[in-house]
């Protein structure tokens, strides 16, 4: 589980916002929350004339870790400027890229040989070989601190140097997205004499990346200067330093932001977008996202035991009004399983609001106005969603239905949803899911299949709603699926049929994918958003 806008253009290109008019000195009340060291960070009072070689990116809170096994939270933002894996990704996130190796060579199904690039290095100045990759995956697929270790231990059987620069992952059995999770934040290639030392992670850190972590002040900032030693495949840094302030306020960061204390606020709430489409010196930043709002049924619960009634509350909801009237327009109301920008994506496929269908759907399942549906929504304590709760709470009482909404803090939600019926606070549940890797996997099997580890609904689990012939063609093609090229485009028809089939029996109702949108002073040059909550800092530069 883990806001009147220009929309991007519909190929999902990035779109940059500038306006100048009021707001360069708009309120600064906020500022009086930031730290003394904030303004010493950045150099007293506005940028210009004093910010130097280097950037201050606000953020809202502490990375959970700085440990590339462990799940770093929002600290995968700061990882994915010091690591690389054998694969990278694009700086939109969208496309596999070459990383410390080449793209392997695939002989079969089964096996991926990959070759190191000459030349690469660690922070230290030490030479990346095959037996830092070996140690790399053992490490990942052994370790009990591995958040994501069964990842690839079910799935890889063998991690082998045939030479220096010469790695062979044999998988068990055919795997089409291990390529992705090669390029994902999970395999970063790591030196075992720096990982050995005692205070790995917090005091110490290994990489390849054109940055390395220099300071970790908990609660205050993190701190990345340009790695002198270090031959990245990502290229050379074009700043000395990056200094990521913690700012867990949210009118702090903005305020700093047009004070120019910070150059960057990453995904501002959507509404505060809005208060700075004419600001001097300022820049939206924006991108189609993988980020969902999902509305999850506990089918093994009553009353969305039933087809019918799950269905006519998909009928009941205005997606577009969601999208319309809290992310002014910075999100698509969703039709099939997959983002605009995704390959697999059918932009024919709708969920319609037909509020008439969904009386008539509830009557059949027994409930009209002697007798409606009432049922409670746990939703996650977050204004986003407890403003898009509210409007469906109102858009359902239009079709008789009475929903409760029940605030629950994320860790609790996140938890309580793991488990059975039993441990439910209601039938229903509304939380965020961000399918990072953009896999036609993540996106189907991971939420829907009954062996899909977010799978939340017990769609095709025990006691839960069955269908099987949705289980087995979501199976199947996800097999098909992830491999690229000709292949991936074989089977774009087969997804959108899982896609419509959910749609009429739904386990869960997706709302919306968002963009992902940053604001971003104008001397900073070569930003990049992606489409999940990550920056690429190698091509940014500083316009003095």
Known sequence: MDDAPVKP???GGQVTLTRRGLLRGGTLAGLFALSPSLLA????????????????????????????????????????????????????????VAGLADMPERPDDLTYRFTLREGMTFNTGTAVTADDVVYTFNRLMTDEQASFGALYKNSIASVTAENDRTVVIKTKEPYPILMSLLSGNHPKIVEKAVVEQEGYGTTVWSGTGPFEVTEWVKGDHVTVRKAEKAHSPQGEAQVDEVVFRVIPDVSARLAALRGGQVDAVIQ???????????????????????????????????PFDKRDVRKAISLGINRKALVEDFFYGHATAAGDLFPPWHWAHDPSIDAPYDPDQAKQLLAKAGFDESRPLKFTAMVLQDQLFLDQATAIQAQLREIGVEMEVKPVEYTTLSGITTKGPDKWLGPAAMYRITPIRGTAYEFANYQYAAAGPLNRSDFNKEGGAQRPDIEKLMVDTAKDSDWG?????????????????????????????????SLVSDHVEGWSSAVFDLIQLQPMSVRQ
């Open 9 to 11: 253009p519909s190929g």
């Open 41 to 96: 960070a950045c150099g007293g009072g506005g940028a210009s004339g004093s910010r130097g070689n280097r950037l201050v990116i606000a953020i809202e809170g502490d990375p959970r870790s700085l440990n590339e096994i462990i799940d770093p939270g929002i600290g995968i933002r700061i990882l994915t400027n010091t690591q690389d894996g054998l694969l990278n990704r694009s700086t939109d996130y969208r496309e596999i």
């Open 268 to 302: 501002p709430a959507y509404k505060d977008l809005q208060s700075f489409k004419d600001a001097d010196g300022i820049e939206i930043k924006e991108l189609e996202g993988s980020d969902q709002t999902l509305m999850v049924f506990k089918t093994s619960m009553p």
């Open 485 to 517: 090229g000709e292949r991936d485009e074989a089977v774009k028809p087969r997804w959108a049929e899982v896609s419509r089939m959910l749609n009429d029996d739904p386990p869960q109702l997706l709302l919306n994918y968002w963009n992902r949108a």
